[in-house]
Nanobody, 125 residues
Framework: QVQLVESGGGLVQAGGSLRLSCAAS?????????MGWFRQAPGKEREFVAA????????LYADSVKGRFTVSRDNAKNTVYLQMNSLKPEDTAVYYC?????????????????WGQGTQVTVSS
């Protein structure tokens, strides 16, 4: 089993920044996983935010965050990060990290095998 724990969420004003972290533990081969970030706002569907491939070279972003968010990983620390800049009130949501242990990097949530418990991000206007 793989455990994922997110941290770094909080309350920030519009235009501000936050850096989310997601640490993997347990029976993990972290460097072989594609890692993704998703978010879910109240009353809305879970949506893809960003992903980074096992090779580190490949990244994917939702159009709504492109140019503002950056996903990265440190395989030595079994950790993936999401740097969020120029935050907007519409970025308010619970943010989840997820691990995809097989296949190619993807935006599809159903391809991800393990999920963290989520961390709340609230952006005030």
């Amino acid at each position: 089993q793989v455990q994922l724990v997110e941290s770094g969420g909080g309350l920030v004003q519009a235009g501000g920044s936050l850096r989310l972290s997601c640490a993997a533990s347990g029976r993990t081969f972290f460097s072989t996983y594609n890692m993704g970030w998703f978010r879910q706002a109240p009353g809305k569907e879970r949506e893809f935010v960003a992903a980074i491939g096992r090779s580190v070279i490949t990244t994917l972003y939702a159009d709504s965050v492109k140019g503002r968010f950056t996903v990265s990983r440190d395989n030595a620390k079994n950790t993936v990060y999401l740097q969020m800049n120029s935050l907007k009130p519409e970025d308010t949501a619970v943010y989840y990290c997820a691990a995809d242990t097989t296949g190619a990097i993807t935006t599809a949530y159903y391809e991800y095998d393990y999920w963290g418990q989520g961390t709340q991000v609230t952006v005030s206007s």
